[in-house]
């Protein structure tokens, strides 16, 4: 069973003028990105959600130009280049078919992220154009000449990974199961709606031909009394310690941020990781990364209750830092341990990409999730349902 994925992200890359952003508008059809003879026209990334057909939605991202100059333009050029730990496939635009030390240096930074990509001659209707050079598409951004060349050979060369993923819950339920899903509604619940990871744990029990039961925590045990036991419990990770009292035993109980964890995280690594809460010592740094930007409060789980948590259990003295969106990250090297939010927000690449650094310096790193199953002494139970999974 395979579902959609988050959005894959396409980077447009290359020097100032080459036509970047009129291309992105060429591939639109609107007036997305700035266009003017002006070198430099672009600054910070600018995003464009289309539909291609053969992939289905992406994001188009248009960056600066990688040969940008002065204080500024270095600037807005590391703009661009920390776009490439974002993107599942580039665009390398050239004029002339041009590729001098900008477009190598782009080239070995798309081999290091591992990004597939493709490389676009713009421009090609202008006079005294150089010989094409092989695995180049000649296009024009300003007549649309090519464009619908490039668009099939991106969809060609984009892995379907990017944009198919296996089900978050296939190999674990089919035809018929039920699987219960309890969702608190709390001062940290969106009015009128559920999260998005409550909703694709929805949909995916439904495209497993499985049957969904919503509940809310103080209803759970009722459920089961009047109820045939369930194939699997899903269950909001701050209500772990309270559902697992109330979900007898040989019932398979894990949570959505565990799920997530299994189908786009560093799984291994977060098993790995999670343990190293028993060993963090006064005065270390915890580092919590969220995956999305939103308001905060108190009881916020990454901000409020989970480091709430962490210093009751170890009885530490711990400092703890929080970083947003994808934005980087100085001095990794100082933290004792990071913990990734589920990540429901950003594609898998993203994720991954985002804990590579750590993992690299051997910086242990959990989720949100499993590191409250840990708290609760039920990780062991939390992760059972995916030791025998197929995926």
Request: charged share 20%.
């Amino acid at each position: 069973m395979k579902g959609r994925e988050n959005k894959p992200h396409i980077g447009i890359f290359g020097r100032r003028n080459n036509g970047k952003s009129s291309l992105i508008n060429a591939i639109t059809g609107q007036e997305t990105a700035i266009v003017d003879a002006t070198a430099g026209t672009t600054t910070d990334p600018v995003r464009k959600s289309i539909e291609i057909f053969g992939i289905g939605p992406v994001v188009l991202i248009d960056t600066a130009g990688i040969d940008d100059v002065g204080q500024m333009g270095q600037k807005r050029i590391q703009k661009t280049l920390e776009t490439l730990k974002t993107i599942d496939f580039a665009i390398l635009v050239t004029v002339d078919h041009q590729l001098g030390t900008p477009e190598k240096t782009l080239l070995e930074r798309f081999a290091e992220y591992e990004i597939p990509y493709l490389i676009v001659n713009n421009k090609c209707d202008v006079p005294g154009s150089a010989t094409p050079v092989e695995g180049m598409v000649d296009v024009s951004a300003k007549t649309g000449a090519g464009i619908s060349r490039m668009l099939d050979l991106i969809v060609q060369k984009m892995p379907a990974s990017a944009y198919i993923s296996h089900s978050l819950l296939g190999g674990i339920v089919g035809n018929g199961d039920t699987v219960v899903l309890v969702t608190p509604i709390d001062n940290e619940a969106p009015e009128g709606r559920l999260i998005l990871p409550q909703v694709q744990l929805i949909r995916d029990v439904l495209d497993n031909d499985a049957v969904a039961i919503v509940l809310k925590e103080d209803k759970v045990a009722d459920w089961l009394q009047r109820n045939p036991a369930p194939k699997l419990v899903v269950t909001d990770s701050q209500m772990f310690k309270r559902v697992a009292q109330d979900v007898p035993e040989p019932i398979p109980l894990t949570g959505f941020s565990v799920v997530l964890a299994h189908h786009k995280g560093a799984f291994e690594q977060y098993l790995e990781g999670t343990p190293h809460l028993n060993q963090l010592q006064d005065g270390d740094k915890v580092l919590m990364l969220e995956s999305c930007t939103h308001l905060t409060s108190c009881e916020d789980i990454g901000r409020g209750k989970l480091p709430r948590w962490i210093r009751e259990h170890t009885g530490k003295e711990l400092h703890f830092d929080f970083v947003s969106g994808l934005d980087a990250i100085p001095d990794i090297g100082q933290y004792a341990l990071i913990i990734q939010c589920g990540g429901c927000m950003v594609t898998r690449r993203q994720l991954l990409n985002r804990l590579k650094p750590a993992i690299d310096r051997g910086i242990p790193v959990t989720n949100y999730g499993m590191a409250i199953a840990y708290l609760n002494g039920i990780l062991e139970r939390a992760v059972k349902p995916f030791q025998n999974s197929e995926l």
